[in-house]
């Protein structure tokens, strides 16, 4: 079965904290990782993505971390701020384009 | 833009009754997708779509069904309903092809009573 594997569930930072989210997968034939944010009565919105050929991705404050070997990425988000507060979900897809989504982390930046 | 548009945004059915999901996007893409949200948990696809004529079953396909006759629209059919289907609903849209970006619509609340 395809799996995503996201945690923490939930995190509290205060404003310019760095929180740290981090999911891992099973499938090898993955090839696309996105983070999606959502916002309360949203749909979720494309944040940042990475293929697995690079390490690292920065866009503004954003970061993703991808570990190819160990099957893992992290999203970290720099001098995070009270309107990133939000649901962030990792995702996998494969050639197809069919996402598999992680759990979600519920993040709360303390002013 | 109006993008990926769904509709209605918040309903109520009773158990054993149908209704259909709306959606519609105006990017002219080939790509629809459905999907179910519960409570802390993440999304789960349900049907998708890769051009108008189209469809397949995703993770969680029971008790719904699809339908593509254009490639504006891909509603959703729930037969009969039960208060597993209770969820939040979104449609998403995304251009052919691998590592393209999927835009959300901003969902249907569902409950079953």
């Known amino acids: 079965q395809q799996q995503v594997k996201q945690s923490p569930q939930s995190l509290i930072v205060q404003k310019g904290g760095i929180p740290i989210i981090n999911c891992a997968y099973e499938n090898t034939a993955f090839d696309y990782f996105p983070w999606y944010q959502q916002f309360p009565g949203k749909g979720p919105a494309l944040l940042i993505a990475?293929?697995?050929?690079?390490s690292e991705k920065k866009e503004g404050r954003f970061t993703i971390s991808f570990n190819k070997s160990a099957k893992q990425f992290s999203l970290h988000i720099m001098d995070s701020q009270p309107g990133d507060s939000a649901t962030y979900f990792c995702a996998a897809a494969n050639a197809g384009n069919m996402l598999t989504f992680g759990g979600g982390t519920r993040l709360m930046v303390k002013p | 833009n109006a993008g990926v548009t769904q509709t209605p945004k918040f309903r109520i059915l009773k158990i054993g009754q149908s209704m259909t999901l709306q959606c519609t996007q105006d990017m002219n893409h080939n790509y629809m997708y459905w999907y179910r949200q519960d409570p802390g948990m993440g999304l789960k696809l349900i049907y998708y779509s890769v051009g108008a004529g189209i469809t397949d079953k995703g993770e969680v396909p029971n008790g719904y069904n699809v339908s593509r006759s254009t490639t504006e629209d891909f509603p959703l059919r729930l037969e009969l309903a039960a208060p597993s289907q209770t969820s939040v609903y979104f449609c998403?849209?995304?251009?052919?092809?691998?590592?393209?970006?999927?835009?959300f619509g901003d969902g249907t609340r569902l409950s079953i009573l």
């Open positions: 990475i293929r697995p050929d690079v």
């Open positions: 998403a849209s995304s251009l052919q092809g691998s590592n393209q970006p999927q835009h």
